[in-house]
């Protein structure tokens, strides 16, 4: 599954389990504030017990990604490109540098 599916697919889940959550506490009749708490601790405890496959298949890429890195071919030639040139002198040479030279 492509990295970014895998995010997507996750992030909705955990929102979608929280939404579910809040909703069934608010029709109970629980007030909001304690829906929501209720609601994030729960959804919480269930996406740990139940989302592990996908949630160590995202530790695992960000893993690979910082190790391996990726090189930004465009970024670098732009990097060395602006280094090369040279840019004028921000003062005149007229005014003085130092203050004995005043």
Do not use: C
Request: no cysteine.
């Amino acid at each position: 599954m492509k990295t970014s599916t895998r995010w997507l697919l996750y992030s909705f889940i955990r929102v979608g389990l929280f939404a579910a959550l809040f909703a069934g506490l608010m029709l109970i009749g629980i007030e909001w504030w304690l829906s929501a708490l209720f609601a994030t601790v729960l959804a919480f405890a269930i996406s740990y017990l139940l989302l592990h496959k996908t949630r160590d298949e995202l530790a695992l890429d960000l893993q690979h990604r910082r190790t391996h890195g990726s090189v930004d071919v465009d970024a670098d030639a732009e990097n060395d490109a602006s280094d090369s040139v040279s840019y004028p002198a921000a003062r005149s040479t007229d005014e003085p540098t130092t203050p004995s030279d005043r």
